[in-house]
């Protein structure tokens, strides 16, 4: 039986579809409705609809994860930003044969388990680890450095798994400046700064807001960073949801938490919306 192209697309769409709806859509909504259960010590939850879980969220306890998780997501999102963007600003205006290795090295370390590459990471930052047996070596420190078991160590860890996500929207960004805008600007006199300023940050803007909720959303739940890098002493809001559902077995908090970071998610790719339509009505203006 011969398969039109209609009906390859009809079917590839279908799957598509389907898969959404089983994997996405049908988890989503069971946590979304286990987050309005009760829990229950014996049979996880107790089909019981309360506000207990969502309740809690403004303990001042889980308030303050909540607000250090962010405040390190948020670090680590600026030195992602900072490092990141004069990177793909390099890649960007290279030769276009130069482009592809460039990004190829960028995409490279996912193809290594992130979990295998913060245990090597570990490594590195260990008082006898790689880091510091060279400090000691060229003399810059007279004894090794406490870095394990930190706030520290946990922004290492984050900036090294998620500047790739940092990289590749900014230079899609970057690359697609028209390079005349440029050329105007400078013949009509602005200098370096205020044509980075006025043209190069406004037309890249989408890269950027993008590759920070790239980095941002991801940072605030990699609970394995925060066990590896930061021990008992640091704690991300994936920490919690994994305890919860793991050892305290509260399934219903745990699933509360989730929808919170969901909403934070949402939110977000609101306002990437929003910066990116505010950005293409400003391009047409011009």
């Given at each position: 039986m011969k398969i039109t192209s209609h009906k390859f697309q009809n079917i590839?769409?279908?799957?598509?579809?389907?898969?959404?709806i089983f994997f996405v859509l049908i988890p989503n909504l069971l946590v979304l409705f286990t987050?309005?259960?009760t829990k229950d010590s014996s049979n996880l939850i107790e089909f019981s609809f309360?506000?207990?879980?969502?309740?809690?969220?403004?303990?001042?306890?889980y308030s303050q994860v909540l607000w250090n998780s962010f405040y390190m997501a948020g670090i680590s999102t600026l030195i992602c930003l900072v490092i990141g963007y004069p990177f793909a600003f390099v890649i960007a205006k290279l030769p276009a044969k130069y482009r592809p290795f460039l990004l190829f090295l960028v995409v490279l370390p996912f193809w290594t388990n992130s979990l295998i590459r913060i245990y090597g990471m570990k490594i590195f930052l260990g008082v006898k680890g790689v880091l510091n047996s060279t400090l000691l070596t060229l003399g810059i420190i007279d004894q090794p450095i406490r870095i394990l078991n930190t706030e520290a160590a946990v922004v290492i860890g984050l900036v090294y798994i998620l500047?790739?996500?940092?990289?590749l929207p900014l230079y899609s960004s970057i690359e697609k400046i028209d390079g005349r805008l440029l050329e105007a600007a400078k013949d009509l006199g602005a200098n370096a700064f205020q044509r980075f300023i006025r043209?190069?940050?406004?037309?890249t803007m989408p890269g950027i807001v993008a590759g920070c909720l790239l980095v941002l959303l991801p940072a605030m739940g990699m609970f394995y960073v925060a066990d590896l890098l930061g021990g008992a002493k640091v704690l991300l809001v994936g920490n919690i949801i994994k305890s919860e559902f793991l050892v305290t077995r509260n399934w219903p908090f745990g699933s509360a938490i989730s929808i919170g970071l969901t909403v934070l998610m949402a939110l977000m790719l609101y306002i990437y919306y929003r910066a990116n339509k505010l950005m293409n009505k400003k391009v047409e203006l011009e």
């Open positions: 590839t769409v279908a799957v598509i579809f389907g898969w959404l987050s309005f259960m309360s506000l207990d879980s969502y309740k809690r969220l403004i303990d001042p306890l500047l790739p996500f940092m990289i043209i190069i940050i406004p037309l």
